[in-house]
């Protein structure tokens, strides 16, 4: 059974973000110039970040030139991403299953596998039309999310990771439809438990929602170097829409 609101307390949690502390922020912004380029994006776009996490995506895009509004559910994150607002790079705690802005940004992202989290297909429907409405008409919303095809034949999986101490015990295997990740570890003599659950989503669900939204797919791309897809032997599935 998947706890619904999970990643409530989880991306609010001080260990989420140890955890996760050494993703390549090199990779992630050479991706980020390279779908600017690759669509000629113009400077002073309106540009929202659904589920921003601390922003660190959010303020390298407004360092390009964009007016870029970051968005998450978490607290704490939102809190920690405003102490570097600007004029041109604005933070909100919101839900992405409600539209914040209609009818006004250029861009929508969605990055890094920010998706799949809710229990029902209705809530998926409801944020896919969420980050539709934001949008502008002719305006576009990239998703980026895991290959889950090929994710799928390496589980399951064990691992460890130590980090500031602490040693994390990892273990992602496919339950009811999720690909789940089972997170324990002990602090200070307290031991702990964190589940994520992402949701098995391929192509051509993606591709109802979408439709169901007004959203048409223009591009699709399987890794961060924008080489075409292949549902076997991709590592992402990265989307690029355009609302009609």
Same mark, same amino acid.
């Given at each position: 059974?998947?706890?619904?609101?999970?990643?409530?307390?989880?991306?609010? %949690?001080?260990?989420?973000?140890?955890?996760?502390?050494?993703?390549?922020?090199?990779?992630?912004?050479?991706?980020?110039?390279?779908?600017?380029? /690759?669509?000629?994006?113009?400077?002073?776009?309106?540009?929202? #970040?659904?589920?921003?996490?601390?922003? /660190?995506? %959010?303020?390298?895009? %407004?360092?390009?030139?964009?007016?870029?509004?970051?968005?998450?559910?978490?607290?704490?994150?939102? @809190?920690?991403?405003?102490?570097?607002? +600007?004029?041109?790079?604005?933070?909100?705690?919101?839900?992405?299953?409600?539209?914040? /802005?209609? +009818?006004?940004?250029?861009?929508?992202?969605?990055?890094?596998?920010?998706?799949?989290?809710?229990?029902?297909?209705?809530?998926?429907?409801?944020?896919?039309?969420?980050?539709?409405?934001?949008?502008?008409?002719?305006?576009?919303?990239?998703? #980026?999310?895991?290959?889950?095809?090929?994710?799928?034949?390496?589980?399951?999986?064990?691992?460890?990771?130590?980090?500031?101490?602490?040693?994390?015990?990892?273990?992602?295997?496919?339950?009811?439809?999720?690909?789940?990740?089972?997170?324990?570890? #002990? #602090?200070?003599?307290?031991?702990?438990?964190? @589940?994520?659950?992402?949701?098995?989503?391929?192509?051509?669900?993606?591709?109802?929602?979408? +439709?169901?939204?007004?959203?048409?797919?223009?591009?699709?791309?399987?890794?961060?170097?924008?080489?075409?897809?292949?549902?076997?032997? %991709?590592?992402?599935?990265?989307?690029?829409?355009?609302? +009609?």
């Amino acid at each position: 059974m998947v706890d619904k609101e999970w990643f409530k307390e989880w991306f609010d %949690s001080h260990y989420y973000h140890l955890l996760y502390q050494s993703r390549d922020e090199k990779e992630a912004h050479q991706f980020i110039q390279r779908l600017i380029g /690759r669509f000629a994006l113009k400077k002073g776009l309106k540009i929202i #970040d659904i589920a921003c996490g601390k922003g /660190r995506h %959010s303020k390298f895009i %407004s360092t390009l030139g964009f007016d870029v509004t970051g968005i998450d559910l978490s607290a704490e994150s939102i @809190t920690y991403a405003q102490k570097d607002e +600007n004029k041109n790079l604005h933070f909100a705690r919101h839900d992405m299953r409600e539209v914040f /802005r209609p +009818n006004y940004f250029d861009v929508a992202l969605n990055l890094f596998t920010s998706f799949g989290y809710f229990e029902s297909e209705e809530e998926n429907k409801k944020a896919i039309q969420a980050m539709a409405d934001n949008l502008v008409r002719q305006g576009h919303l990239v998703i #980026d999310f895991l290959n889950v095809k090929k994710v799928i034949k390496t589980l399951p999986v064990k691992e460890q990771k130590t980090i500031e101490n602490i040693t994390f015990n990892i273990e992602k295997f496919l339950a009811n439809g999720y690909i789940t990740k089972e997170i324990a570890f #002990d #602090d200070e003599g307290r031991a702990f438990h964190f @589940t994520e659950y992402v949701k098995n989503i391929q192509l051509h669900q993606f591709q109802e929602y979408l +439709n169901l939204s007004g959203l048409e797919i223009i591009h699709t791309f399987g890794d961060y170097h924008l080489n075409s897809f292949d549902e076997t032997t %991709s590592d992402r599935l990265i989307l690029i829409c355009k609302k +009609n």
